[in-house]
């Protein structure tokens, strides 16, 4: 077996071996990997192995620098979903291996795979993050009665408030707005602006779903379409329209389109895995299937498992001091800070 850097000759190949494998994803299509270094200017180190010809495993690697500038690793910056897909043990090892070389030769504190189960016993795993995932049906009826009580309550009160959904590719800007507006009062820096626009560009099947009151967009979504799911992978709101129930509104009538439209699965994404969190607590009211996330680490010796989440008490202060800074300051810092946050 032959490992091989990427190349752009390869890329149709590989992103038809990510499609056909049972744990491929989004993230580790070569579009993600052009959206990343265009953003962020990230160094890639794409990995993949082939039998005879034949392609049997990859792994989407990026360099990275942590907020204490160690040199790492990671499969991938920014994504929920990563890490190697093999199509048989012997190419997950060969390749596997070849990770840990390069970590070696480059010196890099570690290599994290940011895998959707665990693959590997001997690497440490971290237990932090869940996803919700629920199956769609054509009649988005039988997904409304999945919803529980309580949530669907809210839904059918939603609707009465004069909201209207927008399906569209156009509005950056306002939805920019709304974004920062919202990442701003979680503590928490923006993306830059040119990542959305590079995920436009990119991937034109991804669309915004805006959410209207009185004309006004008031919350909106960016949706990431990988295969027959929907990933709402951007999401907020202007607070001072919560009483609407907008973000309710907007989840509902995105389940609803995917259902009329033929979508199969909605994938509401990652969250910490703890009562108290507001995005778990809020995910988990759905009724999803909560599946739990397996990241794992090849650690250089010395090397502990990196916690640079919001959740890490030492973070703590700094997240309280982003949501008192004037927000137009944090749409100029945020995206210079956040590029250390793979």
Request: charged content about 25%.
């Amino acid at each position: 077996m032959d490992v091989k850097r990427f190349a752009e000759a390869d890329a149709i190949h590989w992103d038809h071996f990510v499609r056909q494998h049972e744990d491929g994803s989004f993230f580790h299509l070569t579009g993600w990997k052009q959206v990343i270094e265009r953003t962020f200017g990230y160094q890639s180190s794409y990995l993949s192995l082939e039998d005879r010809g034949q392609l049997v495993a990859v792994l989407p690697l990026f360099k990275v620098k942590s907020p204490l500038c160690r040199v790492a690793f990671t499969s991938v910056p920014f994504g929920v979903y990563g890490g190697i897909l093999a199509s048989s043990s012997s190419a997950y090892s060969e390749l596997m291996a070849k990770a840990k070389a390069l970590a070696e030769e480059q010196r890099a504190a570690y290599v994290e795979f940011k895998n959707i189960r665990k693959r590997d016993e001997d690497l440490p795993t971290k237990d932090l993050y869940v996803t919700f995932i629920q199956d769609l049906d054509p009649d988005p009826a039988i997904n409304f009665e999945l919803i529980p009580r309580k949530t669907r309550r809210m839904v059918r009160v939603s609707l009465r408030n004069e909201l209207e959904a927008e399906f569209t590719r156009e509005g950056i800007d306002e939805f920019y707005e709304i974004y920062a507006h919202s990442l701003h009062w979680l503590g928490t820096p923006v993306f830059p602006k040119r990542l959305f626009q590079n995920i436009l560009q990119t991937f034109p099947e991804c669309f915004f779903l805006f959410v209207r009151h009185r004309g006004r967009r008031i919350a909106g979504v960016l949706t990431l379409v990988y295969g027959g799911s929907l990933l709402p992978y951007y999401g907020g709101s202007y607070r001072e329209y919560n009483h609407l129930g907008a973000n309710n509104f907007m989840y509902w009538k995105l389940i609803e389109h995917g259902c009329q439209t033929g979508y199969k699965r909605f994938d509401f994404g990652r969250s910490k895995k703890n009562a108290g969190s507001g995005s778990y607590d809020y995910k988990r009211h759905w009724g999803m299937q909560e599946i739990s996330l397996e990241y794992q680490y090849y650690l250089s010796p010395g090397e502990h498992l990196p916690n640079v989440s919001p959740a890490n008490p030492k973070f703590k202060l700094l997240v309280e001091t982003w949501k008192r800074l004037p927000f137009p300051l944090t749409k100029i810092l945020g995206p210079r800070l956040v590029r250390y946050f793979p």
